[in-house]
């Protein structure tokens, strides 16, 4: 008799390598949390809980469901002292200050960057010279880790630093882990399709499909100069892909299917920006944010890792490999701790200054990448990536302008990505 389990195993694990496959794994294994959740959030609306509930349950019913109208202005008092604190301080301690965050910012997102192409692009448990070894196959597995380190760091400012009274519902929340999830796994798994400098371009030209994402969203209005510098952006990008050497990823269907994902990963984290704008209406801050799109990230991934049987297969890839097992935390606490350097640059010094010191970051990412792990760029190419951060720059310098004008002008506000 012919066994059929034998020819079954290797057909499954086939399916498994094919990222579109996994895609719609993980989609399946998040929709068996949020199908029941949408229809919990239409009974409760449906029978008007919030009217008739009673008991135990009530509090975290309504947090979850309805949350609080109330209206406070600590947030609003806490970024004006905040401001007035900085106006007050010396230009030596604005200084260090300044470094402190600027440093921060670089150390933490240039070590993840490094570490990220480490763990998804090269083997574990083998040698240089001989080869062998395995590789993490699990993007979703990385995600959980970061998010779980961030849920525990933003739980644990929450507690420890005052923050506004909470008045969002925490179903709310669930749209924008979602984004932020499938827009993390997008980027890790890009990675086995294309050059991490590739992956950092097509980051840095987001600002496309966030204008696209902000008039769906949110309607909000752009000015020419945003029009004109996008346009530049993904001049800038074109020359650089339409240069690079095939010589590291020789199938099309392979570079076509990076593209595919990383143009998945642009229109999820465009989304989860606009979203999170549409949220602060609330007047939460940004830990509290912070906090609450990471306990939903952290239900969905484990709930999906646990169905696949895939998280305890990755518990035993760290067991059998101690530095894999190293990399991932590491990764974790950059993700976490530049987080939190970002909510303290941007309360600080503003947008502005942190919009050049990770513009900057982009760049130097680039060029690291590309010293440690061999990535060859062309003239035209390097050319490329010199037209999007001059964009980028030219942004950041118009919307300096702008604000600055709009100050001395009586008009309404044009919305900026």
Known sequence: PVCVRPCYTPLLEGWQDVWLFRFFLNILGYSTIVIPGYFLISYFNRINYLETGRGLCFPVIKACVFGS????????????????EAESTSSARQAFKLIFCAAGLQVSYLTWGVLQERVMTRSYGGSETEGGGERFRDSQ?????????????????CVLFKQPRHGAPMYKY?????????????????????SFPTQVLA??????????MGKLVSHKSYEYWEYFTA????????????????????????????????????????????WQDNLFKYKMSSV????????????????????????????????????????????????????????????????????IIMTLRQAIAI?????????????????????????????IYARSRMKKGSKRAAQPPVQKV
Request: glycine letters at 6%; aromatic letters at 14%.
């Open 69 to 84: 109208d109330s209206k406070t202005t600590l947030l609003d008092d806490a970024s004006a002292a905040t401001r007035n």
């Open 231 to 274: 346009v530049l952006i993904s001049v800038g990008v074109s020359m650089f892909l339409l240069s690079s050497s095939t010589n590291k990823h020789p199938s099309t269907v392979t570079t076509f299917s990076g593209v595919v994902i990383l143009a998945g990963y642009i229109m999820f984290d465009s989304f989860t920006s606009n």
């Open 367 to 395: 060029l690291l990448s590309c010293f440690i792990y061999g990535h060859a760029i062309t003239f035209v190419g390097a050319l490329g990536v010199a037209v999007v951060f001059l964009a980028l720059f030219l942004r």
């Open 203 to 212: 980051k840095a030209s987001k600002v496309i499909p966030v204008m696209l």
């Open 288 to 355: 509290q944010m912070m906090f609450g799109v990471n306990l939903f990230s952290c239900l969905f991934t484990v709930g999906s890792l646990l169905e696949q049987g895939a998280f305890f297969d990755s518990l035993a890839f760290m067991s059998r490999h101690s530095e894999f097992a190293f990399h991932a935390v590491l990764l974790s606490i950059c993700s976490a701790c530049g987080q939190l350097f970002i909510f303290y640059t941007i309360s600080q010094f503003g947008a502005a200054v942190f919009t």
């Open 174 to 194: 669930s749209f924008a882990s979602l984004s932020n999830i499938l827009s993390s796994w997008c980027q890790y798994e890009a990675l086995k399709y294309i």
């Open 141 to 157: 597995f990385l995600v959980f880790m970061n998010r779980i380190l961030a849920l525990t760091v933003s739980g644990l400012c």
